[in-house]
């Protein structure tokens, strides 16, 4: 019995071997990589190792063995003490790794020189390599650390302006050095999330080089971006660009200040303002030109220039940018309505310009203490709770949405006690009523006297949740038609209720709101009409 599993042990581990070796034989070698490939001594690097067929192809159901070393030049391997590799250099490939396999800062050479790292394939012996070069360590590596976002390598520029950007992240802080054509041409410090970014002038017409090295606190070069070419193909443009400040949109009476950036060739320019006029500049620069005057027209305006050169030729540029003048934000011509019994004071105030939100300050110690502070988004308020005895002051700002001042604020209004105003109307012992007139219902109420301009009708499911739903003009016979429904199959009831609109935009509700049904109210008589028709009806026929 022992000798039979024996033998059926070995015959399995034969199967497994054969079957091991036939899909192994499908390899045709390894491609692999090292990043960085050059380092230096005692720095990780990555290794990644892709297991492929005799046409390239991955393969991905290969999950065997593999040995990874590290060999000279020559291909001699090097003693085991100067080298680290993952796993002490054996792998075995899982289902999981699906033909690629990365080892993150696993592989480690002690000695600096040039290498490769040679992965072999434990049953077919087929395998792959990757250069590695190892420096010493006070040594500057080129792109160890910092790389060129922009320009890309190759890049054609047309302007002679170049924008350089790229990454440090090992070296946040640190002091930098912007290199062209192995010049300096900028320095700075990168900034504290590892990046940076610079503008680079006067590049000329040529083929350059550029590189970005990162310095330490004594000056020393501590590394260095791999070099990137680029080439320049300027076209001579006589303007470029133009800037206004504080903005291309200014609020009116505003200085605007206008420099326009130019060739060297230009020895004059004037800007043209639509419906402002000509402005001729003067030269701040050899490349700029600059102008000033005040936005005093609210509106938007077009903005040209013309250019004279140093050889006698004009150039026009229209429409270059666009001014747009607001116009100037101020509160005017604040009124109040104070009544004391109610123990309110309405403001409402005139405006100019564009405001999102009004501030109104107010207070009863004086002029220069307006303690209180409420916030509002439509040029109206209602002060509640005031005490009737005191001089109440009032001053109204405009502001934005985050509560800063925009424009010029009001005058400082003083309400006195013995200022109340009397109501432009006044609403007493009127009632109203619902009458029935050729079959449908009507609010009727008399007259409420002068100063009214307006009667607002308002319903509602119940007397405290009532909204508008008529607006009717003061008349001789004062009634509006209730809805009325024929085909409804149910008695329904509304809320309705009439408000007086004085001339100071006050609101007083005429007597309290009434229940009213809005289905026929004599639905059933006429129901017993027809009853009754048709209970004749039958009567005549049986008598016939």
Not at 144 to 149: D, E, L, P, R
Not at 512 to 529: G, Q
Request: hydrophobic residues 40%; charged residues 20%.
């Amino acid at each position: 019995m022992k000798t039979k599993i024996t033998k059926l042990t070995l015959g399995l581990i034969g199967i497994v071997w054969l079957t091991a070796s036939v899909f192994a034989s499908d390899l045709a070698w390894f491609a692999v990589s090292v990043n960085p490939s050059t380092v230096k001594v005692w720095q990780p690097a990555d290794l990644t190792i892709k297991a492929l067929d005799s046409n390239g192809d991955v393969l991905t159901d290969y999950k065997w063995d593999v040995i990874i070393t590290v060999t000279d030049k020559d291909w001699q391997e090097l003693d085991i003490t100067d080298y680290t590799v993952p796993n002490d250099g054996t792998y075995e490939f899982t289902d999981e790794d699906q033909w690629i396999h990365t080892f993150t800062k696993w592989l480690i050479i002690n000695k600096a020189g040039d290498f490769k790292v040679v992965v072999t394939d434990f049953d077919t012996w087929k395998s792959g390599s990757a250069p590695i070069k190892v420096v010493s360590s006070d040594a500057t590596v080129e792109g160890q650390g910092v790389k060129i976002i922009t320009p890309q390598n190759n890049e054609v520029i047309t302007t002679s302006s170049l924008s350089v950007a790229w990454k440090a992240e090992n070296y946040k802080n640190s002091k930098l050095q912007v290199l062209i054509d192995w010049k300096v041409v900028a320095e700075g410090l990168v900034n504290a999330d590892g990046s940076f970014q610079v503008e680079v002038d006067g590049i000329k017409n040529w083929d350059h080089t550029l590189q970005v090295q990162i310095l330490d606190i004594n000056w020393d070069v501590v590394a260095k971006s791999k070099k990137i070419n680029f080439k320049a193909q300027i076209k001579k443009k006589l303007f470029s660009k133009i800037e206004i400040l504080p903005s291309n949109q200014v609020s009116q009476w505003t200085k605007v200040t206008v420099n326009v950036t130019v060739d060297p060739s230009v020895n004059q320019a004037v800007l043209h303002v639509t419906n402002y006029g000509d402005y001729p500049m003067d030269r701040s620069s050899t490349t700029t030109f600059t102008t000033q005057f005040v936005a005093n027209t609210p509106g938007k305006f077009d903005i040209s220039l013309t250019l004279n050169t140093t050889d006698g030729k004009t150039k026009n540029y229209q429409n270059i940018a666009k001014l747009v003048v607001l116009e100037r934000i101020a509160v005017t011509d604040v009124k109040f309505v104070r009544d004391n019994n109610e123990k309110t004071i309405s403001l409402n105030w005139k405006f100019t310009g564009q405001v999102p939100k009004f501030k109104v300050l107010y207070g009863t110690g004086g002029l220069n203490k307006l303690t209180e502070t409420k916030i509002v988004n439509e040029n109206k308020l209602v002060l509640k709770n005031i005490d009737p005895a005191l001089t109440y002051y009032v001053k109204i700002i405009p502001v934005d949405d985050n509560g800063n001042q925009i424009g010029d604020a009001s005058k400082t209004i003083v309400i006195e006690p013995n200022l109340q105003k009397a109501a432009s109307c006044k609403i007493d012992n009127i009632k109203v009523s619902v009458v029935r007139r050729n079959g449908a219902n009507y609010l009727v109420w008399p007259s409420a006297g002068s100063g009214i301009v307006a009667y607002e009708i308002y319903q509602g499911s119940t007397p405290n949740n009532l909204e508008l739903v008529a607006t009717l003009k003061p008349s001789s016979k004062n009634q509006y038609k209730l809805p009325y429904d024929a085909n409804a199959k149910k008695v329904k009831y509304a809320y309705f209720a009439v408000k007086a609109k004085c001339s100071d935009n006050s609101l007083k509700q005429i007597d309290k709101a009434k229940k009213v049904k809005v289905w026929p109210m004599d639905w059933l008589i006429y129901a017993f009409i027809i009853a009754m028709i048709v209970y004749g009806l039958k009567l005549a026929i049986k008598e016939a």
